[in-house]
C-alpha cells in the first residue's frame, strides 16, 4: 500500500512540471518575423506564441552559433568554457568541454524524457561528446553546422560529407533527398504523440533553417513555396522566404501536436534564434537585421539581439512585450526553475533566474551582459546597464554597416496569424489576444531608430566606441568623447570580465576526420584508429 501511495506521488510530481519545448532557428534576423514589424514574408505561427506569451525585446544570443549553444546548454559565457572563437568544424578534435553538465541532464535528474531533433553542433569526433552522451534519450538531426537541405551533405574546409543520423550513431541514409525541416517536423510530432503523459517532455526543435547549405546552391526549399513568394524581387530572399515559410509551418505543426496530445496547457515553449541575421550576401544569405546594425558574427546589436519569444499558459502576465534584460546562458537555470528544479544547485554559472521576472514583468536582475570577448579576433563587447562599449570589430571592419530588406511594403495580415495552427492551437485553450491587443503589442516591438539624435561615426579599430542602446539601438550615435568616465567604466568591467576568460580550446584540423575516410559521412573518427577505416560499418 505504502508503495503505491509513493508511486502515486511520483506521477503527480511528473504530471507538475511543464513539458519544455526549445525551438532554435538558425540564422534567423532580428526583421526576419512579423512580430517586429516584418510584412514582406508572413509568419503566423511564430507571431502567435509571441504576440499571445511574451515578445523578449531584449533577448540576447551569441553573435555565432556553436558559442550560442554552449551558453544555452551550460548557463555560462563562452569566455568561461573556451567557446568563444567561432565554430566547431566537422573535422576539429574538439567539443563542449566534458566537465560541463548541460540543460538535458539536469533536466533528466528532475524526471524528464529529453530529446535533440536538428542541429547539435557542440563536438562530434568522438561518441561521448555526441548528444545521445550528454543527455538527451533521443537525437535525429546533423552534428556538424550545415547541411544542404535535401541531400544533408556539408562542405567545409575543403572536406564534403554526409550528416545526418539517428541517436547520435546510426548514418541516417534513408532519408536522403527529403527537406530537412520536413524531416525534424514530423520527427517532433511523432515524439509529441508517443509521449508518456506521466513523464514531463523535454523537446528541442534545432532548425536548420535559415542558415545556407553548400555554396553551389546555398538557399532552397521546395519550389512551390518559393513560387509563394514571386512579389520579391531579390531572388536570394526570395528563396529565403521559401527556407523561412517552412520554419514557420513547422512551428506551427509542433503547437498543434501539443494540444492534439494534450499538452500544450502545461507547457513552455521558447522561440528563439541562435545569433543574429546573415543579411545582405554575408554567408550568401538574405537574412534582415534591419533596423539595427551588423549581421550575425559580429557585435553589433545586429548580430546579438536575437528575435525571440516565450510562450506559457503558466506565464502570470501574457500578451506583451517583455523588456526585462536577457541572455541566452539564462535559460539554464530560468528553464530549470520553471521544471521545479531547485537553482541553488548551480555553481560559477553566468545565467539568472529569469522565471519570476518574465512571468510577473518585475525588473530583471542581469544588469550586464558580455557580448564576447575574442582575443584572437580582438573583438570584445559589454553592456552594462543602457550603455554598451566595442572594443575591436570582426571582418576588418566589412560588415560594420545597416542592412534591409525593411520588408514594410507588404501589408500585415491578422487573420493569418489567428487562422495559423498555433493560432488556432492557442485560441483552443482560450489564450489568443483579439486583434487590437495583437496589432497593439506588435506595434510596440516594432523596433525603430532614434531619428532625433545626430550621428557621430563610430570606427572601433581606432579607438573603443559607446553607445546609450535604450536611446539609439541602432548605434548610430557613438559617445565615447562625450562620456569618457561612462567609457572607461565599461572598459574596466570589459577587463575584469577577461581576466576571468580561459582560453579558446580551438584546434586544429584533423585530416583523420575528412569524410572521405569514412564513406563519405562525418563521422566521430577519433574513437577509432585509421589503420582501416573501411571496416567501420556505416
Same mark, same amino acid.
Not at 535525429?140 to 550528416?163: C, L, P, Q, R, Y
Not at 547549405?213 to 531579390?234: C, H, L, Q, V
Not at 570580465?497 to 576526420?513: E, F, H, I, M
Given at each position: 500500500?505504502? !508503495?503505491?501511495?509513493?508511486?502515486?506521488?511520483?506521477?503527480?510530481? +511528473?504530471?507538475?512540471?511543464?513539458?519544455?519545448?526549445?525551438?532554435?532557428?538558425?540564422?534567423?534576423?532580428?526583421?526576419?518575423?512579423?512580430?517586429?514589424?516584418?510584412?514582406?514574408?508572413? $509568419?503566423?505561427?511564430?507571431? +502567435?506564441?509571441?504576440? @499571445?506569451?511574451?515578445? /523578449?525585446?531584449?533577448?540576447?544570443?551569441?553573435?555565432?552559433?556553436?558559442?550560442?549553444? @554552449? +551558453?544555452?546548454?551550460?548557463?555560462?559565457?563562452?569566455?568561461? $568554457?573556451?567557446?568563444?572563437?567561432?565554430?566547431?568544424?566537422?573535422?576539429?578534435?574538439?567539443?563542449?568541454?566534458?566537465?560541463?553538465?548541460?540543460?538535458?541532464?539536469?533536466?533528466?535528474?528532475?524526471?524528464?524524457?529529453?530529446?535533440?531533433?536538428?542541429?547539435?553542433?557542440?563536438?562530434?569526433?568522438?561518441?561521448? *561528446?555526441?548528444?545521445?552522451? !550528454?543527455?538527451?534519450?533521443?537525437? $535525429?538531426?546533423?552534428?556538424?553546422?550545415?547541411?544542404?537541405?535535401?541531400?544533408?551533405?556539408?562542405?567545409?574546409?575543403?572536406?564534403?560529407?554526409?550528416?545526418?543520423?539517428?541517436?547520435?550513431?546510426?548514418?541516417?541514409?534513408?532519408?536522403?533527398?527529403? *527537406?530537412?525541416?520536413?524531416?525534424?517536423?514530423?520527427?517532433?510530432?511523432?515524439?509529441?504523440?508517443?509521449?508518456?503523459?506521466?513523464?514531463?517532455?523535454?523537446?528541442?526543435?534545432?532548425?536548420?533553417?535559415? &542558415?545556407?547549405?553548400?555554396?553551389?546552391?546555398?538557399?532552397?526549399?521546395?519550389?512551390?513555396?518559393?513560387?509563394?513568394?514571386?512579389?520579391?524581387?531579390?531572388?536570394?530572399?526570395?528563396?529565403? +522566404?521559401?527556407?523561412?515559410?517552412?520554419?514557420?509551418?513547422?512551428?506551427?505543426?509542433?503547437?498543434?501536436?501539443?494540444?492534439?496530445?494534450? /499538452?500544450?496547457?502545461?507547457? =513552455?515553449?521558447?522561440?528563439?534564434?541562435?545569433?543574429?541575421?546573415?543579411?545582405?550576401?554575408?554567408?550568401?544569405?538574405?537574412?534582415?537585421?534591419?533596423?539595427?546594425?551588423?549581421? #550575425?558574427?559580429?557585435?553589433?546589436?545586429?548580430?546579438?539581439?536575437?528575435?525571440?519569444?516565450?510562450?506559457?499558459?503558466?506565464?502570470? !502576465?501574457?500578451?506583451?512585450?517583455?523588456?526585462?534584460?536577457?541572455?541566452? @546562458?539564462?535559460?539554464?537555470?530560468?528553464?530549470?526553475?520553471?521544471?521545479?528544479?531547485?537553482?541553488?544547485?548551480?555553481?560559477?554559472?553566468?545565467?539568472?533566474?529569469?522565471?519570476?521576472?518574465?512571468?510577473?514583468?518585475?525588473?530583471?536582475?542581469?544588469?550586464? =551582459?558580455? &557580448?564576447?570577448?575574442?582575443?584572437?579576433?580582438?573583438?570584445?563587447?559589454?553592456?552594462?546597464?543602457?550603455?554598451?562599449?566595442?572594443?575591436?570589430?570582426?571582418?576588418?571592419?566589412?560588415?560594420?554597416?545597416?542592412?534591409?530588406?525593411?520588408?514594410?511594403?507588404?501589408?500585415?495580415?491578422?487573420?493569418?496569424?489567428?487562422?495559423?495552427?498555433?493560432?488556432?492551437?492557442?485560441?483552443?485553450?482560450?489564450?489568443?489576444?483579439?486583434?487590437?491587443?495583437?496589432?497593439?503589442?506588435?506595434?510596440?516591438?516594432?523596433?525603430?531608430?532614434?531619428?532625433?539624435?545626430?550621428?557621430?561615426?563610430?570606427?572601433?579599430?581606432?579607438?573603443?566606441?559607446?553607445?546609450?542602446?535604450?536611446?539609439?539601438?541602432?548605434?548610430? !550615435?557613438?559617445?565615447?568623447?562625450?562620456?569618457?568616465?561612462?567609457?572607461?567604466?565599461?572598459?574596466?568591467?570589459?577587463?575584469?570580465?577577461? @581576466?576571468?576568460?580561459?582560453?579558446?580550446?580551438? #584546434?586544429?584540423?584533423?585530416?583523420?576526420?575528412?569524410?572521405?575516410?569514412?564513406?563519405?559521412?562525418?563521422?566521430?573518427?577519433?574513437?577509432?584508429?585509421?589503420?582501416?577505416?573501411?571496416?567501420?560499418?556505416?
Amino acid at each position: 500500500m505504502l !508503495r503505491c501511495a509513493l508511486l502515486l506521488c511520483v506521477l503527480a510530481l +511528473a504530471r507538475a512540471r511543464p513539458n519544455i519545448v526549445l525551438i532554435i532557428a538558425d540564422d534567423l534576423g532580428w526583421n526576419d518575423v512579423g512580430f517586429h514589424g516584418l510584412n514582406q514574408i508572413p $509568419t503566423p505561427n511564430i507571431d +502567435a506564441l509571441a504576440l @499571445s506569451g511574451l515578445v /523578449l525585446q531584449n533577448h540576447y544570443v551569441q553573435p555565432i552559433c556553436t558559442p550560442s549553444r @554552449s +551558453a544555452l546548454m551550460t548557463g555560462k559565457y563562452p569566455i568561461h $568554457t573556451g567557446m568563444q572563437h567561432g565554430v566547431i568544424y566537422g573535422m576539429e578534435p574538439r567539443g563542449l568541454p566534458l566537465t560541463e553538465k548541460i540543460l538535458p541532464q539536469y533536466l533528466k535528474e528532475l524526471g524528464y524524457r529529453t530529446h535533440l531533433v536538428g542541429k547539435w553542433h557542440l563536438g562530434s569526433y568522438k561518441k561521448e *561528446y555526441l548528444p545521445k552522451h !550528454r543527455g538527451f534519450d533521443s537525437h $535525429t538531426g546533423f552534428v556538424t553546422g550545415k547541411i544542404d537541405m535535401f541531400d544533408h551533405t556539408n562542405a567545409e574546409k575543403g572536406s564534403w560529407g554526409f550528416d545526418f543520423r539517428h541517436d547520435s550513431e546510426l548514418v541516417a541514409h534513408e532519408l536522403f533527398g527529403q *527537406y530537412a525541416t520536413d524531416v525534424f517536423t514530423n520527427e517532433a510530432v511523432r515524439l509529441i504523440r508517443g509521449h508518456n503523459k506521466t513523464e514531463p517532455l523535454f523537446l528541442m526543435v534545432a532548425h536548420s533553417a535559415v &542558415h545556407t547549405g553548400n555554396p553551389w546552391e546555398p538557399i532552397r526549399a521546395p519550389d512551390k513555396d518559393i513560387e509563394k513568394f514571386a512579389y520579391i524581387k531579390d531572388p536570394r530572399r526570395q528563396k529565403f +522566404a521559401g527556407v523561412l515559410w517552412k520554419m514557420d509551418e513547422s512551428v506551427g505543426k509542433v503547437v498543434q501536436a501539443l494540444q492534439a496530445n494534450g /499538452l500544450l496547457e502545461n507547457s =513552455i515553449i521558447l522561440f528563439t534564434t541562435d545569433n543574429g541575421g546573415a543579411a545582405a550576401g554575408f554567408n550568401d544569405n538574405a537574412a534582415s537585421n534591419y533596423p539595427l546594425k551588423g549581421v #550575425k558574427n559580429t557585435l553589433w546589436e545586429g548580430g546579438v539581439r536575437g528575435a525571440s519569444a516565450l510562450w506559457s499558459p503558466l506565464l502570470a !502576465r501574457r500578451g506583451r512585450v517583455a523588456t526585462q534584460t536577457l541572455h541566452i @546562458s539564462d535559460w539554464l537555470p530560468t528553464l530549470y526553475a520553471a521544471a521545479g528544479g531547485n537553482t541553488s544547485l548551480f555553481e560559477n554559472i553566468d545565467g539568472f533566474d529569469q522565471w519570476e521576472a518574465l512571468s510577473h514583468d518585475v525588473k530583471s536582475s542581469r544588469t550586464s =551582459i558580455v &557580448h564576447n570577448i575574442d582575443d584572437v579576433w580582438g573583438s570584445a563587447a559589454i553592456t552594462v546597464d543602457q550603455w554598451k562599449v566595442v572594443k575591436g570589430t570582426n571582418y576588418n571592419g566589412a560588415w560594420d554597416y545597416w542592412y534591409g530588406p525593411d520588408g514594410r511594403e507588404e501589408t500585415y495580415q491578422v487573420d493569418q496569424v489567428l487562422k495559423s495552427p498555433a493560432g488556432q492551437a492557442i485560441t483552443q485553450l482560450g489564450l489568443m489576444p483579439d486583434t487590437d491587443k495583437i496589432l497593439q503589442i506588435r506595434e510596440e516591438a516594432t523596433l525603430k531608430c532614434n531619428t532625433s539624435i545626430v550621428p557621430i561615426t563610430c570606427k572601433p579599430l581606432v579607438a573603443p566606441c559607446l553607445f546609450n542602446i535604450e536611446e539609439d539601438p541602432c548605434e548610430k !550615435r557613438n559617445l565615447a568623447e562625450q562620456e569618457p568616465e561612462i567609457l572607461q567604466r565599461l572598459l574596466d568591467e570589459l577587463s575584469k570580465a577577461n @581576466s576571468t576568460a580561459v582560453p579558446p580550446n580551438n #584546434k586544429q584540423l584533423d585530416l583523420r576526420g575528412d569524410p572521405k575516410y569514412w564513406g563519405r559521412v562525418y563521422f566521430n573518427f577519433g574513437d577509432f584508429e585509421m589503420n582501416n577505416p573501411s571496416n567501420i560499418n556505416l
